[in-house]
C-alpha cells in the first residue's frame, strides 16, 4: 500500500535521501524547503524514475508563522501525510557570544520549535487512522555532554532524542512508530551551511557514513518499531562510551576532540 511521507529538509542531504528512499518504496512526498527549485528538481527526477505523487511546498522553518502556514497549506491541500520526517536543521559553529541572539533563537525555532510544531499538528490524523511513522533527526551528540562551539547543538538533538522516546510511549500501541535517528558525521550539505567543510576534510573517511547508508538504517529501524537507532559501528561505540563510562573520564575526552569541530574567533 502506498503511502504519503513529509520531508523536511528536503532539497539535499539526508532529506533528500530520504525523498529517494522512500520513492522507491512506491510512496508518494510532499517535500518542504526553502529552496523550492531544487525541490522540483528533485521532484520531477523521482516522479520519472518511480511514477509516484510528489508535492513541493516552500517555508523557512525558522519562522513561526510559516511553519503554522504550512500545516494550514497542508490542510486546506487535503494531503493527510502518514509519515514525517523531521530533517531539517543546522548548527552554529561559534561560540554562544560570538553570535547573536537571533541566531541562536532562529536555530531553536528550526531545530526544535517545529519539529514540535508539525509533529503536534499531523499526529492526530495518524492516530485516527491507526497508523503513522515519525524520524526525527537527532545526533549522536545527544548523548554527549557537550563541548565549545555549537553550543545550543547538543541540547536540540538531545531533546529531539528524549522528545521522539517520550512520544513513542504515548503512541506506540496505537500504530504509531517514532523513532529518534542518531548519525554521526554523514556525506551531506550540512558541513558546508556551517563553514565546517575545510575542518570535516580532515576527518578519516570510515568515520563519514553516506547519506543512503544512514537513510535506509533508519527507515528499517522506524518500521521494525524501534525508538532510538544509532547509525554506523564507530558511532555505537562512541555513543556506548559516552553512556557508559564516568562523566569525570569521558567529559575532558569528548572536550578535547570537539576543539577541532569549533571555528576559529
Known sequence: MSRTYLITGASSGIGAQFARSYARRGNNLILVARRLDRLEALAAELRAAHGVEITCLDADLGDRAQVNSLLARIKEMN?????LINNAGYSLAHTFTTT????????IE???AAPTLLAHGLLNDMLGQGFGRIINVSSMVAFSPGASGHTLYPAAKAYMLKFSRSLAAEVGAKGIHVTALCPGSTESEFQ???GM???LKTHPARFVQTAEAVVEAAIRANEAGREVIVTGLFNQIAVAAMTLLPDGLITPLIRWGAKKYQLKE
Do not use: E, S
Open 100 to 107: 547573536t541572539a537571533k541566531q541562536q533563537l532562529d536555530f
Open 192 to 194: 558546508h551551511a556551517n
Open 110 to 112: 528550526v531545530c526544535v
Open 197 to 199: 567543510d575545510a575542518v
Open 79 to 83: 494531503l493527510r501525510p502518514d509519515g
